[in-house]
C-alpha cells in the first residue's frame, strides 16, 4: 500500500528540563530529569514526585497548558519555514475524556485561550484531538489527509497534558499507577507542551525527517484489566499497520523511541510485541523512554518524540535513521508511526 510521506519540517518544546526543543532535547540527550518533590502527599505521608514546568509565575490548571503551548507554538512558528497560522491547522492532542483529574475545558475553550495567548487564529479546519498519548500520530494521520487532498501546505500536530493536579494525583495514586513509597511499579507525573510543523514530503536536497508509515490497533488486555492475559494483540495491530505502509520488515528499523514512563505493563507490551513481529537477529535494538527525563507526559508525548527524533537523527546522535515510535492509551488504543531520517547526498 502506497502512501504519500509527511516531512517534519521543525518542533517546538516546553519539558521540565527544557522551555525549547534544543534546550530539552540536549537535556535528555545527557539523561538530566527534573524530578522533585511536588505539594502533594500520598498515602505513606510521603511526598509525591513530579516533574513541573518551571515557567515565570505558578501557574496552574489550564492557564498553564495554555501558556507552555503557546511556548511551544511560538517556537514552530518563529523557526523554519515562514507560516501564516491563518492558513495552517492547528491539530491539538489533549487527554483522554476518560483520564482521571481532566482539566476542565480543553475541548472547547484550550483552542480560543492558546489562539488569544498568541495573538493568531490558526486554519479554521483546526481541530481538537482527545486522543491522550495516541493522539498525536491520530493527528500525523489527519495532517497527511488534509495535505493529500491540497486543502493546505503545512499543519501543526501539538499536543499539551499535564498530571500535576490534586485530582488526578489522587486518582492516580488510587489506582497504583504512580511511583510512590508505597508502590515501586509506577510512573513520575509530569506536564509538556510539544509541536511538529508537516507538509507532504518532496524531493529535497537537505535533511529531512519523514513520516512514512501510521498504524493502530486495540488492546483488550488494560494495564489495570487482571481477567485478560497481556499478548500486546493491539500494539502487534498497529506496528503491523505502520509496516504495512511502508512496505518494510521490522527489522528495517534501527531503534524504537516509545511513551513507556516507569510501569512494568509497557515494558512488558513493548518486548511481546518485539517478540512477535521480529523475526531477524538484530545485534542491537535499542529502546528510547523519554519520560525518563521528563515524566509522564500523556498527549504531549507524541509530539514530544517527534522532537527528539528530529534531533537525534539530524545532530547523528541516534543509533540510526529508521525509527518505530509507538504509543498506547490506558483504554487499550495503539498507534505506531515508521519515521525514516534522509541526510544530505553526497555524490
Known amino acids: 500500500m502506497s502512501v504519500p510521506p509527511l516531512a517534519i519540517l521543525t518542533t517546538g518544546m516546553v519539558t521540565a528540563v527544557g522551555l525549547s526543543t534544543p534546550a530539552s532535547c540536549a537535556a535528555i540527550r545527557c539523561a538530566i530529569d527534573n524530578f522533585q518533590e511536588t505539594r502533594f502527599m500520598d498515602s505513606g505521608g510521603e511526598w509525591i514526585l513530579g516533574c513541573e514546568v518551571p515557567l515565570e509565575q505558578p501557574w496552574r490548571g489550564r492557564t498553564k497548558l495554555v501558556k507552555m503551548l503557546s511556548l511551544a507554538l511560538q517556537e514552530c512558528l518563529d523557526s523554519g519555514p515562514r507560516l501564516d497560522p491563518a492558513s495552517t491547522p492547528l491539530i491539538l492532542g489533549v487527554a483522554e475524556p476518560t483520564r482521571p483529574g481532566r482539566i476542565d475545558g480543553l475541548d472547547d475553550a484550550l483552542m480560543p485561550e492558546v489562539e488569544a495567548e498568541l495573538g493568531v487564529r490558526f486554519h479554521r479546519s483546526s481541530t481538537v484531538i482527545a486522543g491522550g498519548r495516541v493522539s498525536a500520530v491520530q493527528g500525523l494521520g489527519r495532517a497527511r489527509d488534509q495535505l493529500t ?36 511499579d509506577g510512573f513520575i507525573p509530569g506536564e509538556a507542551a510539544a509541536a511538529a510543523v508537516v507538509e507532504l514530503a518532496r524531493p529535497s536536497q537537505d535533511p529531512q525527517l519523514l513520516c512514512v508509515g501510521l498504524g493502530f490497533g486495540t488492546e483488550p488486555a488494560s494495564v489495570e484489566a487482571e481477567d485478560r492475559p497481556l499478548r500486546a494483540d493491539g500494539l502487534v495491530q498497529a506496528i503491523r499497520g505502520a509496516l504495512a505502509e511502508v ?11 516509545t511513551d513507556v514512563s516507569g510501569e512494568q505493563y509497557a515494558f512488558k507490551e513493548a518486548a511481546l510485541a518485539l517478540s ?62 515508521i519515521l525514516t531520517y534522509q541526510p544530505v547526498r553526497t555524490a
Do not use: M
Not at 500535576?164 to 492516580?172: D, K, R, Y
Not at 512496505?247 to 523511541?257: M, Y
Open 149 to 184: 487532498a491540497r486543502e493546505v501546505d503545512k499543519v501543526i500536530v501539538a499536543g499539551v497534558d499535564g498530571l500535576l493536579t490534586a485530582s488526578a494525583l489522587a486518582a492516580l495514586e488510587a489506582r497504583d499507577r504512580l511511583l510512590t513509597s508505597q508502590n515501586s
Open 247 to 257: 512496505g518494510a520488515t521490522l527489522a528495517a528499523t534501527d531503534f524504537r523511541i
Open 276 to 337: 512477535r513481529i521480529l523475526r531477524e537477529r538484530k545485534e542491537e535494538y535499542d529502546i528510547w523512554h523519554p519520560a525518563d527525563c521528563i515524566g509522564e507526559l500523556g498527549a504531549a508525548i507524541g509530539p514530544a518524540v517527534l522532537g527528539v527524533t528530529h534531533a537525534a537523527t539530524a545532530k547523528a546522535y541516534a543509533p540510526g535513521n529508521n525509527v518505530l515510535a509507538h504509543f498506547g492509551n490506558d483504554d487499550g488504543r495503539r498507534a505506531a508511526a
